[in-house]
């Protein structure tokens, strides 16, 4: 029944295509005149200046530029744009942007108006539009949906707090992970971002302001969660806090067999160990020529480290070498006890003889260290470049058929530019309730192919590259799922979404029946998009 409704509703859009494109203005553009009368009409941007800014993503990949860009100075001043544009016999897309650190395109509005979620923190002077509750048996914090997580960290801290789970970079905004899913090398334990909150502020495609949780109004609160921007916008999020440790004890042990690393990473997020050892487990993949032609020391390794790495993998004449990166947490009156945990957790494990890493440091500069590898890349003008990423999430009883496939197999000779991620999670600490979709195996891996490219013909070469990852997949029956979706078609996000698809459809046609959010994720055919082609 939603699914016909849907499609009634997308046939009335082609109908009347023509009548809606004769009511477009020329003032902004393509956008409709009266928006220009509204109250918001002063924080409405259309100079070129602001719409180019607009126009693309850290993937740099995609283009589209916006006819204008809302700096909003409150959250109804969202809700005022999504209600006219929902409301217009022209509606047009909007997309919300918070750092712009998706890679495909998928935060750009092509004709439409993008809101810079950003202007909230900036006419709240930066800071969060919120507090932190640290009384009671769960703490949590209030933050705007256009908060950086580094943001919510300091504020956190001041109260001894912080979040259950951080993504290995700070500085992505609430909003942004949360329509995700958020994941870091707390996961395994906590589960994605969210799940550890307990509270939402949202705006609906119709322009409605709706506070929702698991008890009260919980159908817009589970879609709104991994639900890639397509049901609302993110304005507040209450995030569940837990106390901060001051120091970390940062540890990688290197692996030769690809059977070793995944076993002892399967042991690390088990319950049998993770009350007991690390508070943090994630998992590097190494080619290599990385090892002999790459950086001769990094923000972690030595010189003499990378000397000895690249001799383990000459040694055994390794393609790839593994790592497990661990993280135990503690305070300064527990040095004698973490070393003792340490020590025992690690015998414990199989990795190679000899080949422990380790380092003590503050709790902030751990959860905050890729902000210094984003200097060192900004200083080499390797920052802002393309980053054709690739994000899977694999079975663990296809892990094994994966890695001989794409590390040993398409990429045995290559040596492109990133970083590749490789650690399992605990599908029980997910929410099914939630639009986020993840293999059916008990745990399942996060590969995160993070490439730069740094030419033209590395762009098409590690597009290349990219798409025999997924054919290789699909043709050996790996039931892949991919994170930070991206999908050239209906078809695409129909497997991609299985049999929560026809829910999908059911809620993009209660919450956002125009189809105006978020059409750079490409998963529905716009209204301004089925005029068009009514009229072509």
Not at 115 to 121: E, P, T
Not at 212 to 218: F, H, L, M, T
Not at 419 to 430: T, V
Request: contains cysteine; proline residues 5%; hydrophobic residues 40%.
């Amino acid at each position: 029944m939603a699914r016909t409704c849907f499609v009634g509703l997308f046939f009335l859009c082609l109908v009347a295509g023509e009548l809606l494109r004769s009511s477009m203005a020329s003032a902004g553009g393509g956008l409709p005149h009266d928006l220009f009368s509204l109250g918001i009409a002063s924080r409405i941007c259309t100079d070129r200046n602001s719409t180019a800014r607009a126009s693309t993503d850290f993937g740099h990949m995609f283009e589209a530029t916006p006819e204008a860009v809302l700096l909003p100075a409150t959250p109804a001043d969202i809700a005022d744009l999504i209600r006219f544009s929902a409301s217009s016999p022209a509606p047009f897309p909007v997309a919300a942007l918070g750092k712009g650190h998706s890679g495909r395109g998928q935060t750009l509005a092509p004709g439409g108006v993008v809101v810079d979620m950003r202007a909230l923190g900036r006419r709240c002077g930066g800071a969060a539009r919120g507090n932190v509750s640290a009384a009671g048996a769960q703490p949590y914090i209030d933050a705007g949906g256009e908060q950086l997580w580094a943001d919510v960290l300091r504020a956190a801290l001041e109260h001894g707090l912080a979040p259950r789970v951080c993504t290995d970079y700070l500085h992505l905004t609430v909003g942004g992970t949360l329509s995700n899913a958020g994941i870091g090398g707390q996961a395994f334990r906590h589960g994605p971002q969210i799940t550890n909150v307990q509270e939402l502020d949202v705006i609906t495609g119709t322009g409605e302001m709706v506070t929702c949780s698991r008890a009260n109004n919980s159908e817009l609160f589970f879609a709104v969660l991994g639900g890639l921007g397509q049901f609302g916008v993110i304005t507040r999020a209450r995030i569940w806090l837990e106390p901060a440790p001051k120091r970390v004890r940062w540890v990688r042990l290197a692996y030769s067999s690809v059977a070793t690393f995944t076993m002892d990473q399967e042991l690390l997020i088990s319950d049998r160990a993770s009350e007991s050892g690390f508070d943090y487990v994630e998992g590097q993949v190494v080619f290599k020529r990385t090892l002999f032609e790459g950086p001769k020391s990094t923000q972690f390794f030595s010189s003499a480290d990378v000397t000895k790495l690249a001799g383990l993998a000459s040694q055994y004449g390794l393609s790839t070498v593994y790592f497990i990166e661990g993280g135990m947490y503690y305070n300064e009156d527990a040095t004698t006890l973490v070393d003792q945990k340490m020590e025992a957790l690690l015998r414990q494990l199989s990795f190679e003889p000899g080949f422990v890493f380790a380092k003590d440091v503050a709790y902030v500069q751990f959860l905050d260290r890729v902000c210094e590898e984003e200097r060192v890349l900004r200083s080499a003008g390797v920052w802002d470049v393309p980053h054709p990423w690739l994000n899977l999430f694999i079975p663990r009883s296809r892990i094994l058929d994966f890695d001989a496939g794409v590390f040993k197999g398409i990429f045995r000779d290559a040596n492109p530019a990133g970083l590749i991620l490789m650690y399992p999670m605990n599908k029980d600490r997910w929410d099914d309730r939630m639009t986020t979709v993840t293999p059916n195996d008990d745990v399942f891996y996060n590969v995160a192919l993070l490439w730069s490219a740094l030419s033209v013909n590395d762009v098409e070469q590690l597009h290349r590259d990219n798409k025999a990852v997924i054919a290789f997949c699909e043709k050996t029956g790996i039931e892949y799922k991919q994170y930070l979706p991206h999908h050239a078609s209906q078809d695409g996000w129909l497997q991609h979404f299985g049999v929560k698809w026809s829910k999908i459809i059911e809620l993009k046609a209660k919450y956002d029946p125009q189809t105006i959010l978020s059409p750079g994720q490409r998963m529905f055919p716009s209204f301004a998009d089925a005029a068009t082609r009514a009229v072509a």
